[in-house]
């Protein structure tokens, strides 16, 4: 079975190759520090992608969210429901796979694109008592 430091490895070697102009992507929630990336699927090892049932393609983006508490830092088992709308106006669903390893709890999505295709996306979280909804944009690459 692929350990949870092998999968965040893989997230983070992805996350250094994305086109993104921010290190660190976190957005504060209420009461949660929202941690998110997208990357190409391609980023993650055929191994850590046949763990989570992930097409590796490279017309497959994957966006991995994690809701930690912002007073103790503890991750935060949450519904996570969501969607990314492309500059033309077209809608694509995410559907989000809660994957839950020692005491981290990650949420991940895949996204299919067309090359340098750019999406805003918005995804709620409700834990039953607040709903926050997190928005960022992001720019595929088909690598």
């Not at 092998?6 to 520090?33: H, P, R, T, V, Y």
């Not at 935060?76 to 500059?87: C, I, P, R, Y």
């Not at 796979?97 to 979280?125: M, N, T, W």
Request: a positive charge.
């Amino acid at each position: 079975m692929i350990k949870h430091s092998q999968l965040l490895i893989s997230l983070a070697l992805g996350l250094l190759f994305c086109f993104s102009a921010n290190a660190e992507q976190k957005q504060e929630l209420g009461s949660w520090d929202v941690h998110y990336m997208a990357l190409n699927s391609t980023f993650l090892t055929p191994q850590v992608a046949k763990e989570y049932g992930i097409v590796r393609s490279k017309f497959n983006g994957l966006i991995n969210i994690s809701v930690l508490d912002r007073q103790d830092k503890t991750a935060q088992s949450v519904v996570l429901t969501g969607e990314a709308k492309n500059l033309l106006g077209v809608v694509k669903e995410l559907k989000f796979k809660q994957v839950i390893e020692g005491k981290a709890i990650y949420y991940l999505a895949v996204l299919p694109f067309s090359d340098q295709e750019q999406y805003r996306i918005s995804v709620a979280i409700n834990n039953g008592l607040e709903v926050k909804t997190l928005k960022f944009q992001h720019k595929f690459y088909a690598d």
